[in-house]
């Protein structure tokens, strides 16, 4: 069995990668949560939708967010989705350059 290191899983391609699907996860499970709501149907819980964030999908939520016109009422989503992803992007910035 061949050893893995990090930096063959940790490529810039693969990072990629999971930005891309993890906001697009993000924007779609917003599409889904508010069709559900619009339908009367069972919801994604909101931690739910605050785990997708922090774990990169911040630029997709908020997008879906705004572009399904869901949640934006609510305080918590407004601040928090905001403030976890620029929370995200100043500690890749520190990690990367410092």
């Known amino acids: 069995m061949d050893n893995i290191s990090v930096q063959e899983i940790f490529t810039l391609k ?6 891309l699907t993890i906001n697009l996860f ?5 599409y889904i949560d508010k069709q559900k709501a619009k ?13 997708v964030t922090a774990l990169g999908g911040g630029i997709g939520t908020i997008a879906g967010m705004y572009t ?15 403030l976890i992803t620029i929370l995200e992007i100043i500690a890749v910035i520190y990690y990367a350059f410092f």
């Open 14 to 19: 693969n990072i990629i990668i999971y930005f």
């Open 26 to 30: 993000g924007f779609l499970i917003m």
């Open 39 to 51: 339908k009367g149907k069972w919801r994604i819980p909101e931690k739910t939708l605050f785990i």
């Open 68 to 82: 399904f016109r869901h949640k934006t009422q609510k305080i918590a989503f407004v601040i928090g989705f905001p």
